[in-house]
């Protein structure tokens, strides 16, 4: 995986909003301080999708494009209950995440954000294993988080 490049620097590039927009959301997230995207843990992602900035299966497509991630496909990855061990469900909905798939030491995860390095690295420890990440629409993740655990991750469900 690609790193380093910050998600609004990507946004600009692959043309999804301008430096104007993307300057007057930055202000806007930055001023949530004590609001629910602040206390759950939103992304700057999610916000850009809640506010109507971006449409969500355009921000997967970018990060797979620009990270050279692979998109979720269920077809791809249907949902193993087993692995509802390997992460258990308060892990999964702290780091928007959940397992896909298990060879070997190679773990692989759906997450809604593949720039998150800590979420990348507690999960290795966690699993033990090296962590491939997917990368997936916050309904997805709920679909697939719903059938393994039987939860709801949104962060108004949390709140």
């Known amino acids: ?27 806007e997230f930055h001023n949530l301080k004590f609001s629910e995207y602040k206390r759950g843990g939103a992304k700057l992602g999610q916000f850009l999708v809640r506010k109507g900035l971006l449409d969500e ?14 998109k979720y496909r269920p077809a791809a990855f249907p949902v193993d209950i ?14 928007q995440t959940v397992p896909l798939k298990k060879k070997g030491r190679l773990l692989t995860i759906a997450m809604t954000d593949p720039l998150d390095i800590n979420a990348l690295d507690s999960i290795e420890a966690l699993a033990d294993s090296e962590v491939e990440p997917v990368v997936c629409t916050e309904y997805e993740l709920n679909q697939i988080m719903n059938r393994l655990y039987g939860v ?6 949390i709140i």
Request: no cysteine.
């Open 57 to 70: 299966r355009d921000l997967v497509d970018l990060l797979s494009s620009q990270l050279k991630i692979e």
């Open 152 to 157: 709801n991750t949104r962060i108004e469900g």
């Open 82 to 95: 087993s692995l509802s061990f390997v992460i258990p469900p308060e892990t999964a909905q702290k780091y």
């Open 1 to 27: 995986m690609k790193g380093k490049k910050k998600l609004g620097e990507m946004l600009i590039e692959g043309h999804l909003l301008t430096d104007e927009q993307l300057n007057e959301a930055l202000k």
